[in-house]
């Protein structure tokens, strides 16, 4: 998981690679990602199976709250790296987000995608309901892992009145935030498939008369896929 977040190969080896990309993180800010990783996953685990998991997931939250605690209190002292003074091409905090889930496939009802749902259904308590309807990965999960990265930057994932309107349909992110012309890094970018079949993910950069975007269920699984700019509905920005 570490390794996901500093955006190392995932190994499962934690060597001179891993520790020196930790090292350029800002520790209070890692500790803290970390921690909401590692709580989506067991927030996950219960979604896959309640009727075995609930019962453990109170002393799961509770270890790792004391944990988060004591890793704090090292990460306020430890030393910061290097400060860079932003710039307008800064990643946004949801396309970072996007960028350490990367790697994550759908399959035998992963955790970490059932814990996307679970984590939206904990910040937006609104949502609860219509999150736990999110019970396995073979429903489609684009629009989800948007959302997720959206509430993990603190801003709330498309809602609306009717389940069209809300994340999960893909379509329903036309919706959301304000529309623009030419995409920047980490806008959200609409596509129809000449199929009829819509989708949602995240604008990286251009090659040619292609978008390449990174987001969720492109096969299966967190990657950077091509997006024809013939196939974009849309092209939508959150709001200021």
Known sequence: MLQRLVGTDQDGEIGPLTIAAAATQDPVSLVGRLCDARQAYYDGLVVKNPSRNKQYIHGWTNRGNIIRTAALAIAADAPRPKVVVPSADDIPPWLATMRTITGTHEGNDNPIILGFAAYIAKKYQEMANYCARYTHDSIAWCGLTVAYCMASAGIRPQFGASDTDKFLWADSWRQFGVAVSEPKLGDIICVQWPSGGHH?????????????????????????????????????????
């Open 200 to 240: 949602v993910t995240l604008y990286e950069s251009t090659s040619g008369s292609n978008y390449m975007c990174r987001g969720g269920n492109q096969s299966d699984a967190v990657n950077v896929m091509a997006v024809p700019k013939s196939a974009v509905s849309a092209i939508r920005r959150p709001s200021p």
